[in-house]
């Protein structure tokens, strides 16, 4: 294969599972590899908790086929949806956490942008899945998102985190990040890696790009959220995985370094937190 002389592009967030691919999953999977993405990790959260296995359902499936990139899976209970948990969901996700492919939990976090989960169930989901996740050695994958021009859910965060988290020394991905350079900071405090997705490239997102033009190579991950947040110039349409390249082009641009700095720098990164190997590609 022609690519492997450069670096390839690790998509660290994609729903892969979603019905959205339901028509040409293997074909989006193919473009993908065909733009030099070498890995894709598929994120376990379903429409609800009890599908948190369809990302593993999507390595089983895709893993091991010629020409798509090399998949990896989460499974976690997204914060909206933490009003499900019960006995048979930690349940689920503790089987799902000791399986090799499932490298992380995620998404799970605290999000009180949208309406949906009561604050202080969102916050117990959490601390519930951090100690599973704390036992199966996974690092974890947070999504959060405050209130419009407030640090709420950042500041609940990384109290629990604080907490429950920094002890066991695995770290995790701050996904989508969109906060500023003190979430920023305290993140990579904490052995987080700061995952930058599509809207680091809209117009708007000036000073997103702001706090990632100070942020150190060895801390940096880019990722599509594919279906949602497609990168410019295919914002509002359905994004997937090939489009990594055009966030991870920007990124480049805002660090001023050469596009393949930003490729094997944040394949590095991924490979060091989920304590990897570097083979990438199923060729
Ligand atoms: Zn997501």
Redesign the pocket.
Known sequence: MGFLEAPLLIDS?A?LDSERYAEDREAMLRRAWEAGVGTVLA?G?GEQAGGMDGALAICREFNGRAGIPKLYASAGVYPHNTTEIDDAVLAKLDGLLAEPEVIGCG?IGLDYYHEGAPHPVQREGLIRQLEIAAARRRPILI?CRPKDGQTDAWDDLFEILETHWRATGLGGVM??FGGGWEQARRSLDLGFLISFAGNLTYPKAQPMRDVAARLPLDGLLVET?AP?LAPMPNRGKRNEPAWVAQTAKVLAEVLQVEDQEIASATTKNFQRLFRLGSGVGNC
């Open positions: 967030h729903h994120i959260i998404e999504h996904h989508c959220d949602w």
